[in-house]
């Protein structure tokens, strides 16, 4: 079946500018979550769903990083205000279930780089 | 907070050699353990995994991986490395966190094997 699938693949921006980065999970999927991965460095947890709410934001690393999954399915992490230090890889993962049986399948990721 | 150390950032090897990357934690209570590869172009994928039982684990691709408690260490293994070996190798580890859940991942920095023909 199809993987976690995340768009848009790359993105250039302006520092300043808000960017939205959508995140597709494997259906079913109950629980979703988003890494940043800056070069050199491991993935770093930012936060993550269980079906539509919120569950843990604590990796998020100021306000103006915000993440919503309304639906359940697709999840949405927008950066506010660009910032040269936000350019990183944002990885998005699924499991399909919220135990300690915790696979997690990643997605392609969005790699991100702010002028 | 749990931490993940991965001691050798780049490793090169010719074929046939064999592979040891080493992973120490630094957590007191139960954890679950992950070695994730990343081909290159390819997605992050699961190679083995350990959350309790046998310490030594098997997984993909004749990888395996031996959980030792009393050193916090989760060593990845593979007597004999191919060409298509070449990835970058990452461990991690989940720890209880504010829910109760097993959800916060954290991943080591990484080590890139290349393996020479």
Redesign the interface.
Known sequence: GA??SQSPRYKVTKRGQDVALRCDPISGHV?L?W?RQAL??????LT?FNYEAQ??K??LPNDRFSAERPEGSISTLTIQRTEQRDSAMY?C?SSPL????????????TRLTVL | AQS?S?HNHHVILSEAASLELGCNYSYGGTV?L?W?VQYPGQ????LL?Y?SGDPLVKGIKGFEAEFIKSKFSFNLRKPSVQWSDTAEY?C?V?AP???G??????????TKLQVIP
């Not at chain 1, 050199?40 to 947890?45: A, H, M, V």
């Not at chain 1, 300690?100 to 392609?108: H, I, K, L, S, T």
């Open positions: 993987g976690v629980s979550y890494y050199g460095q491991g993935p770093e947890f993550y569950q843990d604590s990796g990885r993962a919220d135990s300690r049986d915790n696979e997690q399948f990643f997605g392609p990721g | 993940v991965q679950n992950f994730y997605h992050l994928q699961l995994k959350f990452f991690a989940n966190g504010r829910s859940g097993y959800q916060k991942v954290t991943f080591g920095i990484g």
